[in-house]
Structures are given as structure tokens and as C-alpha cells.
């Protein structure tokens, strides 16, 4: 296949466009380093099987020859990110999404959208199914990346309806590992960095709103599956095992034998109590389920860390 990953440069473009590759595919990669890293790609460099642009695919995408598939996955993603960058994430939503949906229809490729858990808001149902439809602040200041998602879904149903591209939805949950940035606002990567440099974890209220981590490997095989042979509904993508924020803070203290201590801040505004995908979807219609856990992904993720701060 010659597949589009736009935000190839990115924590989670990057990954795909090495497992694409990794199974013998041709791959053409957009970014304009809003808030991916060369860095990301550059290991990519003579690849005669990857073609990079740098391009905002909020404008127009041109792109020579045929293709199988468009990922769209240019976004802001993490909360630093779309706090600093609220314009740039509502349009990447709104006009990045037509844009690519656009270039998938002409060329009849598959679409496939990286949206989100954050669908899912502050949720009122836990864990969460496909079929839950959320509940988001519109105005609150998340909002520009949970409607910003929201609407993309709904610009892929509807291309999906009226001009009959092949589209495929995945909802991601928290994702960690290597290529992370170490500024990015993450909450894996927050306490990470703090550790390895002695610096209190910071945990946002009293650390007991849950998340599930899920090691990018196991993202990325979740993804390919799911564009390769998924349905037009939207996937839950994550790991269905949940731990407290303050946990975390706890094992990624053990694990990097720092001597942090662990202090509380005011909780965000909109910030979600929990966060838990139901994954039954991806388990009986892909065959998939994540098998790195959590400490086994972490001491990854630490050691990719501390070679970055070295």
C-alpha cells in the first residue's frame, strides 16, 4: 500500500508511519511542526519508502500518484498544547479534517481519523463504550480540542454517508512511550521528567481521578488493525486497566529511584474524574487487546527519558 499520515512528525505519527513501513508499505508524511519534532522522522532520512512534506493540512493537500489510505493524525494533543494553541487545534478539527477527507475521496483511499477519548468529556459512564455520547463543556476551556474532535467525527460520518469513502473512526485513550516530548504536558511524561530531575511530581487535586495508559506499541498494532480491516463505527483504542494519577506518580518514583516527593495543585477546569475505555469493540471485531503493562511500558519509557535528558 502508499499510505498519507498527516502529523507524521508527531509522538504517534511517527510510530505508525515506522509500523507501516516496518510492513513493507510506501508512506507520504505531512507536518508543520506545530507540535511534532524533526527529530521524530529523521531516522527516516534516505528512506527510499518514505516521502516527507512539510505542509498545514489546513490548506489544500496536493499530493502526487495514487493512495490507499489517509491517516489524519495533525492535531494538537496534549492540554499544554491546545491551551497555548486553541485556534491552530480548532482548525486542524475542523478544516485539516475536510482537507484530508477531501484528498481520501478524490484519490478513493481509506480515511482513517485519529480522534479521541476526550469525546467522551467529563463522563457521566464508566467505563465507556462507543455508545456513550459524552459529556463535554462546549465553552470551558478543553472545549477547543474535545469539539474539535467531535466535529471531525461527525465531518468522517458524514463523507462516509454522502460520498461513500471508506472511513474508520478510533477513539484514543492515554498513550505513553518513547518520542514523547518532554515539555508536552502529559501526565506520564510530566512525572517522568520530574523524577529523573529530582523535582516534586506535581499530581492536580488529591491524585485520585483514574486514567489507562496504554504503551504506544500497542496503540499503533490497535490502529493498523482497525484500518486494515475495522468498521465505520468509531473504536475505543486503549487499556482498560485503571489506575489513580497518584499511583502513577507513586510507580514512576519507584521505578526511577528519585527522591521527588509527590505535591498537590488546584484540579484543572473540566479536567475528567475518570477515564476508562470499554474495549469490547476492538477485542471481538479486531482480535486486539494491549499486552505491554503498565511498569513494562514505563521502565521503556524512563529509559528513553533519560537518554533524552542526558
Known amino acids: 500500500m502508499r499510505v498519507l499520515i498527516t502529523g507524521v512528525a508527531g ?7 515506522d509500523r507501516f513501513l516496518a510492513d513493507g508499505h510506501d508512506v507520504v508524511g505531512l507536518d508543520n511542526f506545530a507540535t511534532g519534532s524533526p527529530d521524530n522522522i529523521a531516522h527516516l532520512t534516505g528512506n527510499g519508502h518514505f ?3 512539510e505542509h498545514n493540512v489546513t490548506n489544500f493537500i496536493y499530493v502526487e500518484g495514487p493512495l490507499d489510505g489517509v491517516l489524519h493524525f495533525a492535531s494538537p494533543a496534549s492540554p499544554r498544547d491546545y491551551l497555548e494553541l486553541p485556534i491552530q487545534t480548532l482548525k486542524v478539527g475542523s478544516l485539516g479534517t475536510h482537507k484530508a477527507l477531501g484528498l481520501a475521496k478524490a484519490k478513493g483511499a481509506r480515511f482513517l481519523l485519529a480522534s479521541t477519548s476526550e469525546v467522551y468529556g467529563d463522563p457521566a459512564v464508566h467505563p465507556q463504550p462507543e455508545s ?3 459529556n463535554v463543556n462546549p465553552i470551558g476551556p478543553r472545549g477547543v480540542y474535545d469539539e474539535a474532535k467531535r466535529f471531525a467525527e461527525a ?7 454522502y460520498h461513500r469513502v471508506d472511513t474508520r473512526i478510533v477513539r484514543i485513550f492515554n498513550t505513553y512511550g518513547p518520542r514523547m516530548r518532554v515539555r508536552d504536558g502529559r501526565v506520564v511524561s510530566n512525572f517522568i ?3 529523573l530531575r529530582g523535582e516534586p511530581l506535581t499530581v492536580y487535586g488529591d491524585g485520585s481521578q483514574t486514567r489507562s495508559f496504554c504503551y504506544v506499541d500497542d ?3 490497535g490502529i493498523v488493525r482497525l484500518f486494515e480491516r475495522g468498521g465505520r463505527e468509531p473504536t475505543n483504542v486503549g487499556n482498560p486497566n485503571e489506575f489513580t494519577v497518584r499511583r502513577l506518580a507513586e510507580i514512576v518514583v519507584r521505578l526511577t529511584g528519585s527522591r521527588s516527593r509527590i505535591v498537590e495543585e488546584p484540579l484543572p477546569e473540566d ?3 475518570v477515564r476508562q ?3 469490547t469493540r476492538a477485542r471481538t471485531q479486531l482480535g486486539w487487546e494491549p499486552t505491554v503493562d503498565l511498569e513494562a511500558g514505563l521502565e521503556r519509557t524512563v529509559a528513553y527519558f533519560r537518554r533524552k535528558l542526558a
Open 11 to 17: 509522538f504517534l505519527g511517527s510510530h505508525l508511519a
Open 51 to 53: 516521502v516527507f512534506h
Open 132 to 134: 456513550y455520547w459524552g
Open 155 to 161: 465531518m468522517t460520518m458524514a463523507y462516509h454517508r
Open 193 to 195: 521528567v520530574q523524577a
Open 219 to 221: 496503540l499503533v498494532d
Open 271 to 273: 479536567d475528567p474524574k
Open 277 to 279: 475505555p470499554d474495549i
